[in-house]
């Protein structure tokens, strides 16, 4: 009987196995997440690769026939990707498509979810119960995966709350191309300064400019950001007009080309520079 069990068992087990959970993701930090949930056990593809920005991106035919065959899609939320209705069409009705930002607290006034361990931790407890609900067999084995994923978050956490904290209350002044550390402003006591939108077609006026240049006389600022993906002709014009220097690029859409391709090198890499360059 005891033998008949293990058999079974065995055979359960191959059946998951055989069965790997097909994935689309559109975010390269949902990529990560999901992976990291799912280990062996989902098959994933990052259609968005790190170092790609997600505001340039869009599908194309290869992308739609993969959505057309996956079980889940993992989209950031509706402001960035602008093509979500393309991808529910491919998707037909039989996959489900998970806007995951939407689900998170402050995603509506910054789409830039990932600047705060805590959206991280929410966005890893959304995707393990969506990964349990489509294999219920392998509950544990996501469970555990998610516990040991959420652990080395918490660590990296405290590595930037204390980073953080080496930066006086009024040093915290957060002059960035576009607006996307809301977030990651609120929950570490910075004041953000956005010359751009939200978006990068949201482009600055003589205006702006102006009362950003203001800002920084103002508040004296040391130093500002630029992203490395983006047009730095008006951070130009900024350093130009106020001797402010640029304190280094950030990864502000999500993770970056290597060595910045995980979301523990996005935290060390923009947390350091902003820190640093701030001091
Ligand atoms: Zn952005």
């Not at 869009?58 to 509706?78: F, G, K, N, Y």
């Not at 006389?217 to 130009?240: C, H, L, M, W, Y």
Request: glycine share 8%; charged share 30%; net charge neutral.
């Amino acid at each position: 009987m005891k033998l008949l069990g293990l058999f079974l068992l065995l055979i359960a087990c191959a059946r998951a196995d055989e069965a790997r959970l097909r994935v689309s993701s559109f975010s390269t930090v949902l990529t990560e997440i999901v992976r990291e949930v799912g280990g062996e056990k989902v098959d994933v593809t990052g259609h968005v690769k790190p170092g790609v920005d997600p505001h340039e991106f869009s599908p194309r035919p290869a992308d739609l026939e993969a959505v057309a065959s996956s079980e889940l899609i993992l989209v950031s939320s509706r402001h960035i990707e602008g093509y979500v209705e393309k991808l529910r069409e491919a998707a037909g009705g039989k996959s489900v498509l998970l806007e995951i930002g939407a689900q998170l607290p402050g995603a509506a006034e910054d789409p830039h979810w990932w600047h705060t361990i805590g959206n991280i931790t929410r966005a890893t407890r959304i995707v393990r119960d969506e990964l349990i609900r489509q294999r219920p067999a392998l509950r544990e084995q996501f469970s555990a995966n998610a516990a040991d994923y959420t652990e080395r978050l918490e660590k990296l956490e405290k590595w930037v709350k204390a980073k953080v904290a080496e930066l006086p209350r009024d040093r915290r002044k957060l002059v960035t191309n576009h607006d996307s550390f809301g977030g990651f402003a609120k929950e570490f006591g910075f004041e953000v300064y956005p010359i751009a939108g939200i978006t990068k077609n949201d482009q600055p006026g003589g205006r702006k400019v102006a009362e950003i240049i203001g800002v920084i006389r103002a508040q004296g600022v040391k130093a500002i950001f630029s992203e490395d993906t983006e047009n730095p002709k008006v951070i130009a014009q900024i350093t130009r007009e106020t001797g402010v220097k640029i304190g280094g690029s950030l990864l502000a859409d999500g993770l970056g080309a290597k060595p910045n391709d995980t979301i523990e090198a996005m935290f060390r890499h923009n947390v350091t520079t902003i820190v640093e360059a701030l001091k």
